[in-house]
């Protein structure tokens, strides 16, 4: 389709102005049956300016919508100072209400966190399982009572973890105090008169989980290693496991063949 350019007379003496470019379809939607008639229809306006806050690239054009009614919906934190005194009161009246037992609460396993992501880290559990109980020799209807959580859900997937515990139970038996119901019927079990009256409540955490850092052994670099094809390695290990199947079926019925 071919361009027309035409030109306004300008209200003052002065050179003709270029204003704009159009196609004859321009003058169609406008109704103007000639070029002549379509120029009164074009009024010679500015070039809009940019807009000056335009970003780059493919991101979102910026449209803020603030009528939102902002200050109906602001939460403030004065109360913050009040809130501190009043947790520090309950944590107070707590510590005399369960006295002596420890601030902390039970006693916690160690164990391995969940998911790919978390697995090599240790952190404390829900509570012992029955065998980590009966391996330390404790009775697990009486680890509640002196303040050893129990977890009859959870099981046991290694030695080491399993060792881990049973060693942890067996420090916190040697260092727990216990008092008897009444003072003047102690049974057995129950500690000496000389401990009960050196008896202490622990503030705080008590036998800290001891997360150990990875260390790396640096080896030196001889020609044997040097000569060594892992990922040829690699690829032989992966196909002996692949037709491990197949090689034992081989081998049998070359053995029962044998035998006939």
Known sequence: MSKITYYTRPKTPGPVLKTREFTLAACRVVGAARVEEAREHFIATPTPTPISAMVKHNNVIPSSHFRKHWQNYVKTW????????????ARQKKAVKIFPRPTTGPLRPIVHGQT?????????????????????GIPKKLAPTIGISVDHRRKNRSLEGLQANVQRLKTYKAKLVVFPR???????????????????????????????????????????????KAYDK????????????????????AEKEEKK
């Open 78 to 89: 004065f109360n913050q100072p009040a809130r501190k005194t009043r947790r520090r009161t």
């Open 116 to 136: 790919l992501k978390y697995n090599m880290k240790v952190r404390a559990g829900r509570g012992f399982t029955l065998e980590e109980l009966k391996s330390a």
């Open 182 to 228: 009444r003072a003047k019927h102690i049974k057995a079990g129950d500690s000496p008169a000389e401990e009960i009256a050196n008896a202490t409540q622990l503030q705080g955490p008590y036998l800290p989980i001891a997360r150990e850092k990875p260390t790396v052994e640096l080896v030196k670099v001889t020609d044997e290693l040097k000569s060594f």
């Open 234 to 253: 690699l690829r032989v290990e992966r196909m002996n496991t692949r037709h491990i199947g197949a090689r034992l079926k081989k081998a049998a019925e």
